[in-house]
């Protein structure tokens, strides 16, 4: 049976994520892994020429070897990122902690969404292994949906947390606040006018809940 799997997102900075394997899904993986604030470690023969960069920066740990029982020790999580079906399938078997085998969600014990970024905010989209192909369709569509004026806003309602706990004193006044500022009558400003339109509307709702005070 397919599992039904619980979403869920992950804090992954400075926690040791190993990656078996040094080709272009690997590099995928790893530059993943890197955005989260992981500290990654790569066991391949081979790396891509970028992966060779970032080795050179020291920005990844490498090993120039194929993969060994022993090699997960200390791992917090690990990614199966070869095409040799024997490799992946002792990195599965050995990993007694989070492990994920690319082309392969039988193997593994969590799958990788396809993932919306702008700014501060992030969809996972996933079929549950189903069509990895629908998935990132339908991550195409909410690309177009919430962009770039979307993110900017979602950054910027999240620098005013701090200024609300000064400028507005009561929990179900801020509460009201974010509720408008998250509504879709917002999110639509932001699509339709842009940014600023947006940040202008929130700025003279601040303001007039200030004069209530």
């Known amino acids: 049976m397919q599992p039904n799997y619980y979403p869920a997102y992950l804090d992954l900075k400075g926690k040791k994520c190993v990656v078996v394997g040094g080709g272009r899904v690997a590099e995928r993986k790893i530059r993943a ?20 960069r970032l080795k050179a920066a020291g920005s990844i740990r490498h090993s120039a070897r194929a993969y060994k029982k022993g090699d997960l020790k200390g791992a917090w999580l690990a990614i199966a990122a070869t ?23 039988e193997l593994a014990n969590f799958i990788a969404p396809a993932v919306v970024q702008s700014g501060p905010l992030q969809i ?24 770039k004026d ?8 999240g620098g005013l947390r701090k200024k609300l706990l000064e400028r507005i004193s009561t929990q179900q006044e801020r509460e009201d606040f974010f509720r408008i500022a998250g509504s879709p009558k917002l999110l639509n400003l932001v699509r339709n006018k842009g940014f600023n339109a947006a940040k202008k509307k929130i700025m003279r709702e601040l303001s007039r809940l200030e004069e209530l005070k």
């Open 124 to 147: 996972a989209v996933s079929t549950g292994g189903s069509s990895p192909a629908m998935a990132a369709s339908i991550r195409r569509e909410l690309d177009l949906l919430f962009g």
């Open 33 to 52: 892994l890197l955005k989260a604030g992981a500290a990654v470690y790569t066991i391949s023969p081979e790396l891509t020429p970028p992966l060779k």
């Open 83 to 105: 095409s040799d079906e024997t490799i992946n399938k002792a990195v599965s078997r050995d990993a007694p902690f989070l492990v994920n085998v690319v082309d392969a969600p």
């Open 150 to 157: 979307i993110g900017q806003y979602a950054s910027f309602i």
